[in-house]
Nanobody, 126 residues
Framework: QVHLVESGGGLVQAGTSLRLSCTFS????????MGWFRQAPGKEREFVAA????????AYADNVKGRFTISRDNAKNTVYLQMNSLTPDDTALYYC???????????????????WGQGTQVTVSS
């Protein structure tokens, strides 16, 4: 059974950076596309970023493009989300997700991912 564990969240000031990590276990990491999603209080879950199996293709939400970078280390079974220039609007619970068989056009769709972590909280103060 695939298990995902996020870490790296915290309380930071606007304009600073955080790096989230998600460790993968219980399967073959390199076979999975990985995504980051987030959910703020009272809002729907939204796509943030995703990376395909071998890291060649990535996708970003428009509101994080240029500030966030997703990457993966297949040797460490870990996916990262580097978040720069954080704003209070980035405050949310951030989830890592994994799915097999995703194509570029489906990376943004949460329902395409089979496995989810418990989330790590990111709070950005103004």
């Amino acid at each position: 059974q695939v298990h995902l564990v996020e870490s790296g969240g915290g309380l930071v000031q606007a304009g600073t950076s955080l790096r989230l990590s998600c460790t993968f276990s219980g399967g073959t990491f390199r076979s999975y596309s990985m995504g980051w999603f987030r959910q703020a209080p009272g809002k729907e879950r939204e796509f943030v970023a995703a990376i395909k199996r071998f890291g060649g293709d990535t996708a970003y939400a428009d509101n994080v493009k240029g500030r966030f970078t997703i990457s993966r280390d297949n040797a460490k079974n870990t996916v990262y989300l580097q978040m720069n220039s954080l704003t209070p609007d980035d405050t949310a619970l951030y989830y890592c997700a994994g799915g097999m068989g995703l194509i570029t056009s489906t990376l943004r769709i949460g329902a395409q991912y089979s496995y989810w972590g418990q989330g790590t909280q990111v709070t950005v103060s103004s």
